[in-house]
């Protein structure tokens, strides 16, 4: 039986319908600009049915959503409203997140709020939450549906409290059985403070800067005295509009009872205001504690749901506890509330950061029981870089910093992978087990590397259609010597789909490939020297090679029949060279992508190829129509590839169109490949609204 249609089914539904409540505009992050997200159809509905937004200054306070593509860096696209004095939030996936951190310690200083549902849905990877932990935003996370709602509320709230930008993460497979109703309106209109909102909405910022910084600030009140400003808030306007009370009573840090409310000010460093420059300063995180708080406080008052920066789940006598940065949480709970009292795992708490930056060590130690003898640190991080992950360097601070009371507890990390909900018990088992020894081994692995096969909203990468077309052809002239090294689907020692299909990562594969045949060349060269074979013929053969190296037709005539010499010969050295015997043939290197890498070619690897002056070869299919091709913001439109690559001087630059002339773009691939330096074909592909689209 469907539930009402006032009811929200999914982490996605709930924080959208929040997002587009408490914002002038929703970035919408999607695979394509044709293929919808688990956030669409909340958002679609809210759209047609011109829903005004709580504290939208829009006209008919109808907020805007802008739909990004997620390859086509759409966290620039926050930039210009924020400047405009927009409130903004954007809805996107966690693989989002690690190429926009050249962005990211700049939008951490704007009040805006992001939504990140982690992926893949069957096993999340926490390392792109993790990776961004120093970048100055405020984190918080959810484990439910009905959390989703809540801290969604809470992190529009603070950001525009704190002038600073918040980061909610979720997992979109919790709780997608327990539907929810819509958000308590008593919330919304307790949580956001309308005196900050207006005061934000009136503002401007003169800058266009992509990677510099913009020079702004959120900032507070020092002294709590002067101009009716208590010591939580932030500089408040002369007016001040009445905000609603719940039974009387308005909380300290939102709406203070005792002192009028405050409002943040976003100043530029080099000119605070007309007043003294010392009667502010920047906020920090104890103010961003205070705002949370606040928040929560609401949301316990309204609602009767509790919420702390940390959370424990387990007995308050607790000797052993897991702390997880991972998935199921709330099962482990009940699965070790439900042990039998001789399991290993029985008694033990689970803690969980709901906060998780600003980190406070003193807050945590705040719900560790005094019991407690040793933690397992448990991170769900696939793409650890250090010894030790995060989370348990955090750990490690807090109790290390504090008082003697807590220095004696032991730490002992793991590396989580995917345990399915039938092996949990076997997992925490061996977990504990561990954890009791007298030297317990550290970063044990628990579970497997890879989660289950299965499909992920739509956002891993995907070979479009029309990209189909120009891989026939390529095919079809380069056969096997064709080498595509972003190619999907092909393995690539567990690094994910959308980081190997990015041009950086087949940059840095090819420039590996090249060398390695480098390095042949060098050893066949040393070879065709050497009197280690059984006769001279392979010395021959080694030595015709080696004079059409280069040629592809002259090398690949001469390769057939020196790798059967090479057989015949038997000896240590052949066998060394057959093992590398398909670099014998040349062969043809390719990058394929879209029209997406013509964002920001000077940090890309579509740059790095062309400055390089390697033999390599880039095919990229322009799908977008003319008449998208210019958009608002200058700053994010699209650069010529073209005129990029010429300007360099060493490259080859063809445009062409497969439906326009077949032959053209014979020739220019052809001719691209014999190149001896970076090729660039510009391949277009009409589309219209009914076409699919990168």
């Known amino acids: 039986m469907a539930p009402p249609t006032d009811m929200l089914e999914s982490a996605e539904a709930a924080v959208a319908r929040i997002a587009y409540l408490c914002s002038d505009q929703v970035i919408s992050v999607q695979p394509s ?30 907020p805007e959503i802008t739909v990004v593509r997620h390859n086509a860096d759409p966290f620039l696209s926050a930039f210009e409203p924020l400047r405009n004095g927009q409130l903004v939030s954007i809805l996107t996936v966690s693989p989002t997140i690690i190429p926009s951190i050249p962005h990211l310690h700049k939008l951490a200083n704007y009040p805006v709020a992001i939504h990140v549902s982690l992926i893949p849905q069957s096993f999340p990877d926490y390392s792109d939450i993790a990776a961004v932990r120093q970048a100055g935003f ?56 309308r005196s900050a909102a207006r005061s934000y909405q009136a503002s401007t910022i003169d800058a266009n800067h992509l990677y510099a910084g913009d020079g702004v600030q959120a900032q507070t009140r020092s002294n709590s005295l002067a101009n009716g400003i208590n010591g939580n808030g932030v500089r408040s306007p002369p007016q001040t509009p009445t905000s609603p009370k719940l039974n009387g ?24 205001s007309e007043e003294s420059e010392s009667s502010y300063r920047p906020v920090n995180s104890s103010d961003i504690y205070k705002y949370i708080g606040a928040g929560f406080e609401i949301v316990r008052q309204v609602t009767g749901r509790s919420y702390r920066p940390f959370e424990y789940y387990g007995p308050t006598y607790a000797e052993n506890a897991i702390f997880l940065f991972g998935s199921k949480a709330k099962l482990m709970a009940t699965t070790i509330a439900s042990a039998a009292s001789s399991e290993d795992y029985a008694k033990t708490g689970i803690i969980v ?152 990562y087949g940059f840095g594969s090819l420039l590996a490939r090249l060398e390695k045949k480098g390095q042949f060349l060098k050893k066949v060269e040393e070879a065709a020297k050497s009197k280690a074979f059984v006769t001279s013929t392979p010395n021959d053969w080694l030595a015709k090679w080696l004079i059409g190296a280069s040629d592809v037709k002259k090398s690949s005539e001469v390769a057939d029949e020196l790798i059967l010499r090479l057989k015949n010969d038997g000896t240590s050295l052949a066998s060394e060279l057959l093992d590398n015997k398909a670099h014998f043939y040349k062969e043809s290197n390719w990058l394929i992508g879209s029209d997406a890498w013509s964002y920001d070619l000077g940090n890309s690897g579509v740059h790095h190829v062309i400055a390089s002056g390697k033999n390599i070869n880039m095919l990229i299919v322009d799908s977008q129509p003319y008449s998208e091709k210019v958009v608002a913001d200058a700053a994010r439109r699209k650069k010529d590839i ?52 990168l």
């Not at 600009?33 to 306070?61: F, H, M, W």
């Not at 009573?249 to 605070?272: E, H, I, W």
């Not at 001719?671 to 699919?692: C, D, H």
Request: glycine residues 8%; positive net charge; hydrophobic residues 40%.
């Open 33 to 62: 600009l044709k293929q919808k997200t688990p956030y669409s159809s909340q958002l679609d509905r809210l759209s047609a049915g011109q829903v005004a937004g709580v504290i939208c200054a829009n006209e008919d306070a109808l």
């Open 138 to 193: 405020t984190i918080i996370r959810s484990d439910s549906v009905q959390e989703a709602q809540d801290m969604a509320i809470v992190a529009h709230g603070v950001a525009v409290k704190s002038g600073r930008a918040v980061i909610h993460f979720f997992e979109a497979d919790n709780g997608r059985d327990d539907p929810v109703n819509v958000e308590d309106r008593r919330v919304l209109d307790r949580m956001l403070d």
């Open 353 to 504: 950061a709901r906060v998780y930056r600003p980190w406070s060590g003193p807050k945590l130690l705040d719900i560790i029981p005094k019991t407690v003898k040793k933690i397992a640190v448990l991170e769900q991080i696939k793409k650890r870089t250090t010894k030790w992950g995060p989370v348990f360097l955090d750990l490690l601070s807090a109790l290390r910093g504090e008082g003697e009371a807590k220095k004696n507890i032991g730490i002992v990390g793991y590396q989580l992978g995917y345990v399915s909900p039938s092996n949990l018990k076997l997992a925490l088992r061996g977990i504990l087990q561990n954890l009791k020894l007298e030297k317990p081994i550290q970063n044990l692995d628990v579970g497997f590397n890879e989660g289950p096969a299965k499909m992920t909203a739509g956002y891993e990468l995907i070979q479009p259609e029309i990209e189909n077309a120009y891989m026939k052809v390529l095919n079809q002239l380069f056969g096997d010597r064709l080498y595509v090294a972003n190619a999907l689907g092909r393995p690539n020692a567990g690094i994910s789909a959308t980081v190997s299909s990015t041009p950086e």
């Open 249 to 272: 009573a308005q909380l300290n840090g939102f709406n203070d009872a005792g002192s009028r409310r405050g409002s943040l000010m976003l100043a530029r460093t080099d000119s605070v």
């Open 642 to 693: 073209g005129l990029y690559a010429m300007n360099y001087g060493n490259a080859y630059v063809a445009s062409v169109a497969v439906y326009s002339s077949y032959t053209q773009v014979l020739h220019a691939l052809i001719e691209a490949e014999k190149f001896e330096g970076p090729s660039v074909v510009l391949a277009y592909f009409r589309i219209t609204r009914r076409t699919t689209r």
